[in-house]
């Protein structure tokens, strides 16, 4: 079982639609969630980072963690052309390691 | 200049040749990773180093090795390309001593085709 997977979309959305993205993990001691951002021809991006459960908001972004069912999410609210991307939910393993989800691409169309 | 720098950005090779893919970084980190990654497979990790003297296999080593030249050089390279190796290569950097120890900074990629 993988450590961590990605609905792969894509997703395509119009411009002020809010999007989530979501990942499930394997393993209940897993405690840092990453959610990184890729353009196209370029290398990802950290975007936010959780630790443990809870939510996290940062303008337009809120990362969101739910341990109990081990699910991870990634809500963009009033989406804009810009963020038109790839986006890869990452968790850090006990080995001090990243593993990454296989990515949802995002199409915001104007 | 960037703070992590791959070159070449993109290389066409031969089945059975050997290539080596640079990796040069200006943020001073001590960790530096090489990911590979293909299209519904996302980044997965070939091998990392935590520093000079400290090289470790990752998911995905075999028909790869690696030289950590220096704190700000670690290049990967491919004994005997095979086609399956054709994929897009990210070097990546990542500071123990922050808050963002989980904040990998990435390169802009290898794209390296092997035909």
């Known amino acids: 079982q993988k450590e961590v997977e990605q609905d792969p979309g894509p997703l395509s959305v119009p411009e002020g639609a809010i999007v989530s993205l979501n990942c499930t993990y394997s393993?209940?001691?897993?405690?840092?969630f990453m959610w990184y951002r890729q353009y196209s021809r370029k290398g990802p991006e950290l975007l936010m980072y959780?630790?443990?459960?809870g939510n996290k908001e940062d303008g337009r972004f809120t990362a969101q963690v739910d341990k109990s069912s081990k699910y991870i999410s990634l809500f963009i609210r009033d989406s804009q052309p810009s963020d038109s991307a790839t986006y890869l939910c990452?968790?850090?393993?006990?080995?001090?390691?990243?593993?990454f989800g296989t990515g949802t691409r995002l199409t915001v169309i104007p | 200049d960037a703070d992590v720098t791959q070159t070449p950005r993109n290389r066409i090779t031969k089945t059975g040749k050997r290539i080596m893919l640079e990796c040069s970084q200006t943020?001073?980190?001590?960790?530096m990773y090489w990911y590979r990654q293909d299209p519904g497979l996302g980044l997965r990790l070939i091998y990392y180093?935590?520093?000079?003297?400290?090289?470790n296999k990752g998911e995905i080593s075999d028909g790869y090795s690696v030289s950590r030249q220096a704190q700000a050089k670690f290049s990967l390279s491919l004994e005997s390309a095979i086609p399956n190796q054709t994929a897009l290569y990210f070097c990546?950097?990542?500071?123990?001593?922050?808050?963002?120890?989980?904040?990998?900074?990435f390169g802009s990629g290898t794209r390296l085709t092997v035909v």
């Open positions: 180093s935590f520093d000079v003297k400290d090289i």
């Open positions: 393993n209940s001691a897993f405690q840092y």
């Open positions: 990452a968790i850090l393993t006990g080995a001090n390691n990243l593993f």
């Open positions: 959780t630790y443990s459960s």
């Open positions: 990546a950097t990542s500071d123990p001593n922050t808050r963002l120890i989980y904040g990998y900074t």
């Open positions: 943020k001073g980190h001590d960790r």
